[in-house]
């Protein structure tokens, strides 16, 4: 399979640690471009990537013909923005999450993608990790019986309030930040929409730091009671949990796997011992991009669609919504 060639729209901290380095790792990849006005910004992706070409702008990247596809891990309320632009310019997207800022914001995308030929998608990087694909194969085989109820807990502590996470203007806030995860994980596993939501919000400088959501999902097999804790000003913690008439399904490094913890799942069945799979050196950001590359090349299945993100980001305005 020939290598797609990728550039990367800026010189963020999360794509020089985790990002820059699995494209340049993965198979079917070559890390051929960064867009950034900073020498300093762009010396530590050269220290790993000698023979990367580093353009000042992002037009610049845009208009290299070298490159194929662009991963996007600008600001949020820059997302969709920068995408459009890279599928007018012939570019393949892989943008992080959220790709918009609301749900309304995802259909020109899609329009955009559809008229251009090409594949376009959100960085949702946990539906390519293995234990993911075995907590949906359990589900759907009824291994804890009838789901009743899931529950995600995913915290982090970030007073820095000069961090875009805690800007308003940059789409901050826990919600924006790592509700995908918490709203998501339930929603591709369970297979499952958002019934009635409840959300109790607590907000600094006009971000949340912190939402309590609760209230109800509906799965092919009917409605099972749901609640999330997202948080930027908690201690790190993070966990994702499903509970069954006859078992449950323990995640307990759901989203940050091999960066916060090692990767495992428990799973819990009615006078059976527990089952423990644990999943050592797995780097689902490698396996997200080479799954994006089999897409293209290949045209293999690929497992989160601008469609599957508009339906996130709809829980999300939900979420909002829905606060008390």
Request: overall charge negative; charged content about 20%.
């Amino acid at each position: 399979m020939k290598p797609i060639n990728w550039g990367i729209l800026g010189a963020s901290n999360f794509a020089l640690k985790h990002m820059g380095p699995a494209i340049h790792a993965a198979s079917g990849a070559r890390l051929g471009a960064l867009a950034t006005s900073s020498p300093e910004k762009a010396a530590p992706f050269c220290a790993f990537c000698p023979d990367l070409r580093v353009h000042d702008s992002y037009d610049a990247l845009l208009a290299d013909p070298e490159i194929e596809a662009v991963y996007i891990p600008l600001p949020n309320t820059l997302h969709i923005e920068w995408s459009l632009k890279a599928l007018a310019a012939g570019k393949h997207v892989l943008c992080e999450k959220p790709i918009a800022m609301r749900a309304e914001e995802i259909g020109p995308l899609i329009a955009a993608r559809d008229a251009a030929g090409l594949f376009a998608t959100e960085a949702y990087m946990i539906v390519h990790h293995p234990q993911w694909e075995q907590v949906r194969e359990w589900l759907d085989e009824g291994q804890i019986g009838e789901l009743r109820h899931a529950d995600v807990v995913f915290s982090f502590n970030n007073p820095d309030p000069a961090n875009i996470r805690n800007r308003a203007e940059t789409g901050g806030g826990s919600i924006p930040d790592i509700g995908v995860y918490a709203y998501s994980s339930v929603r591709y596993a369970a297979r499952a929409e958002p019934g009635a939501l409840r959300a109790l919000i607590r907000r600094e400088n006009g971000v949340d730091v912190f939402a309590q959501v609760t209230g109800e999902m509906i799965g092919p097999q009917g409605g099972f009671s749901y609640s999330a804790i997202t948080s930027t000003r908690l201690h790190p913690r993070q966990e994702v949990t499903f509970q069954g008439d006859r078992g449950l399904i323990r995640v307990h490094v759901p989203f940050n796997a091999g960066v916060a913890g090692e990767a495992a799942l428990t799973l819990q069945r009615t006078g059976e011992p527990d089952r423990v799979l644990r999943y050592p050196g797995i780097n689902q950001y490698v396996l997200q991009v080479e799954n994006f590359a089999r897409h293209i090349r290949e045209g293999a299945p690929y497992p989160w669609t601008l469609e599957d993100a508009r339906a996130g980001q709809a829980m999300i305005d939900k979420v909002r919504a829905s606060e008390a």
